[in-house]
């Protein structure tokens, strides 16, 4: 993992990950000379860059191993994840939002498209005559008609089988007990 703190913006970066104006930056207790810290947590080794001050001579950079990074640095590593943490959190705040928001457009339109639909239909029906609702009753009821006289057939031809299926064992038994 690769980590940098950039002081002066007040930044910290993990893998490309930034984190950047950080309202609490001052909490990691940076020097103030420091403007950077680069850091590797393979390699287990980084530098510590130094600000350039007017008139001064420049530190050099400081090479750190793990234990002074942990020491010094350590609270920037998770500072930058709690950051991260309530920036995935925000994020999915907004999606949930945002696919609520669209559902219930959704919803809206389905209802505004039912009352359309059953303004449409009553508007049909007020148009019609009497013979043409008489006839459009009698459609309904042809149907019905149909639909239970087929479910009466299926009954009928249900109970035939069983009677047959009932005879059939009746007989064996019959012929069974005479033969015992």
């Known amino acids: 993992m690769k980590i940098s703190i950039i002081a002066d913006d007040r930044a910290i970066v993990v893998d490309g990950s930034a984190a950047i104006n950080v309202s609490n930056f001052s909490d990691l207790g940076i020097h103030p000379l420091v403007h950077a810290v680069q850091y590797d947590t393979e390699s287990e080794r980084g530098e510590v860059e130094y600000k350039q001050l007017p008139g001064m001579p420049q530190i ?96 009928i031809e249900a109970h035939r089988l069983q009677a047959e299926k009932d005879a059939a064992e009746l007989a064996a038994y019959s012929d069974k007990q005479m033969k015992g």
């Open 60 to 155: 050099p950079n400081q090479v750190i191993g793990l234990d002074q990074f942990k020491a010094v640095f350590g609270k920037a590593q998770d500072l930058h994840r709690e950051i991260r943490e309530r920036a995935v959190k925000a994020d999915d705040d907004a999606r949930i939002q945002r696919e609520s928001e669209a559902a219930m457009e959704e919803a809206e339109r389905e209802a505004a498209a039912r009352k359309a639909a059953d303004e449409a239909a009553a508007a049909v029906k007020a148009a019609m005559t009497p013979d043409e609702k008489l006839a459009a009753i009698q459609v309904q009821a042809d149907e019905i008609k149909a639909l239970a006289d087929a479910m009466l057939a299926q009954a």
